[in-house]
């Protein structure tokens, strides 16, 4: 019980660091300095993500809900934005994301909306 509370409580902060950036994003601001932020908080950097397996990503990140969270930071990231192997990246992790928790989402369905939408742009 003590685990899950610690694991809200994380995901609460991250929850709202990530309304705070995406805020940011829809005023104009340049946020990548932001999401160096919280990538650093989930002990990542942008340029690990770009170069990391994604079973590494799971295993470092560790919880599929921090995960999930990082999933939406990367489809958010405006260095990403033109790089389909890291909308790629973010689909297999949401993949596996659904793998860990079989919970309908209506949110995580949402998610991989964006993601193919992102996706078929290359197309």
Same mark, same amino acid.
């Given at each position: ?14 929850a709202k ?10 005023e ?38 921090? %995960? ?9 990231? %405006?260095?990403?934005?033109?790089n389909y ?11 596996? %994301? ?23 742009v290359?197309?």
């Amino acid at each position: 019980m003590l685990k899950k509370d610690y694991l809200l409580a994380q995901i609460t902060e991250l929850a709202k660091k990530f309304a705070y950036l995406i805020k940011r994003k829809s005023e104009g601001d340049d946020i990548t300095l932001l999401a160096d932020g919280y990538y650093r908080e989930l002990n990542v950097s942008a340029e690990w993500l770009m170069n990391a397996e994604c079973d590494d990503i799971m295993q470092r990140i560790g919880d599929w809900q921090l %995960v999930e969270l990082l999933v939406k930071m990367i489809i958010e990231d %405006v260095r990403f934005e033109q790089n389909y192997a890291m909308i790629q990246k973010a689909q297999t992790l949401l993949f596996m %994301v659904q793998e860990l928790d079989r919970t309908y989402s209506f949110e995580r369905i949402a998610l991989e909306e964006r993601i193919k939408d992102k996706l078929s742009v290359f197309s």
